[in-house]
């Protein structure tokens, strides 16, 4: 389809992080684990930190990350508490020019995780962290702007500077070559990083996302009116979610929601990634040098997805040389909160085929 056929990526980029914020309110005001304050940056402003020694993780990947995390204190108020509470703290470390706000937790091999347009490392749900957290030491953090993480104004927000930003956390963390899995959005920008930095990671997982440029295809346009009007509410944007039978998924998305610590992403960052959704349809770049990649790729969709078209799988997995395409047929574009197990299982399978260790 050419760009010229193709709805503008300004009014389809899926607004994730506005369906979690709005759930997310009425699962903490019913929910006796959530609703601890934060202390969570604005687009404008960055958390302070307390002088406290953090611990370090019990891997062997240990002695080479301490001078590191040992340097970013724990942000006050972060740590979630009952069954988040194995999330731990956030921590805060400087990464080309901005500080990047982040948790680590579990062990085993890494894994960096990636959230969606808008979303904030609170938009992952317990569940689906602590299925992960049994199998890899998983990063998760915010991108820039959003939540803990600050920002620099001066540079257009853009899918190819986030992924720079991935990069820089690796090696600021001192990961070495670690699994990423990205969501929406966090999908284009872990394609973005296996394009143009593959020496940076050992293994991609893609979830809902798309290569951009002119071959992607975009959210229907009735769609993409219902994400982006203000009028829409929370259990309207969770029929963009999920499924209409999902209903037993839906409920423990909302509530999953509620056990982590909520974060703040300002009007101006919305506005900063609504224009990096709307570059990224020119943007060529990923999908020229994607095919000269040779990072182990898993592409999955749920076939049932309404905001990330399912034939974008195809289109990575044709244009990848070492891509492998799984559907989930009964799944939307929370697929993987709604087939946590399953999703898992699959991850687990793939970066132990892909020798990550």
Not at 22 to 46: D, K, P, Y
Not at 81 to 104: M, N, S
Not at 163 to 182: E, S, W
Not at 257 to 269: A, C, H, R, S, Y
């Amino acid at each position: 389809m050419s760009a010229s056929h193709r709805t503008p990526r300004a009014l389809t980029r899926p607004r994730l992080a506005v369906a979690a914020a709005t759930v997310a309110l009425a699962a903490v005001a019913c929910s006796s684990g959530g609703g601890h304050s934060t202390g969570a940056s604005n687009t404008s402003s960055t958390s302070s930190t307390s002088s406290s020694k953090p611990s370090t993780h019990a891997t062997a990947k240990a002695t080479a990350t301490t001078a590191t995390t040992t340097a970013s204190a724990p942000v006050p108020n972060s740590a979630p508490t009952g069954k988040a509470a194995f999330l731990g703290p956030v921590r805060q470390v400087p990464v080309d020019g901005i500080r990047i706000g982040y948790r680590q937790f579990g062990s085993g091999p890494d894994l960096v995780m990636v959230m969606g347009d808008t979303g904030t490392m609170s938009d992952w749900t317990v569940d689906l962290l602590s299925r992960l957290g049994r199998h890899y030491h998983v990063t998760i953090f915010d991108n820039r702007g959003v939540g803990y993480t600050t920002d620099d104004t001066s540079v257009p927000d853009t899918i190819p500077l986030m992924a720079d930003d991935t990069v820089g956390l690796i090696k600021a963390l001192g990961l070495r070559h670690p699994a990423l899995l990205g969501w929406s959005m966090g999908g284009e920008i872990g394609l973005t990083v296996a394009a143009l930095h593959p020496g940076a990671i050992s293994a991609l997982v893609s979830s809902g996302g798309d290569l951009g440029g002119s071959e992607a295809i975009n959210t229907p346009a009735a769609v993409a009116k219902e994400l982006n009007s203000p009028k829409t509410t929370g259990p309207q944007l969770m029929d963009l979610l999920f499924p209409a039978d999902a209903t037993a998924a839906r409920a423990a998305y909302i509530e999953q929601l509620g056990l982590i610590p909520p974060e703040k992403v300002g009007d101006e960052t919305l506005l900063r990634q609504y224009q990096a959704g709307q570059a990224y349809e020119s943007f060529e770049v990923t999908w020229d040098k994607l095919p000269d990649s040779t990072i182990p790729m898993l592409i999955t969709n749920g076939s049932l997805d309404r905001i990330t078209p399912p034939g974008n799988a195809s289109i990575i997995t044709h244009r990848a040389k070492h891509a492998t395409r799984v559907m989930f047929p009964d799944a939307g574009h929370a697929m993987l909160v709604q087939e946590a197990g399953r999703f898992v299982s699959l991850v687990t399978r793939f970066t132990k085929a892909s020798g990550v260790e």
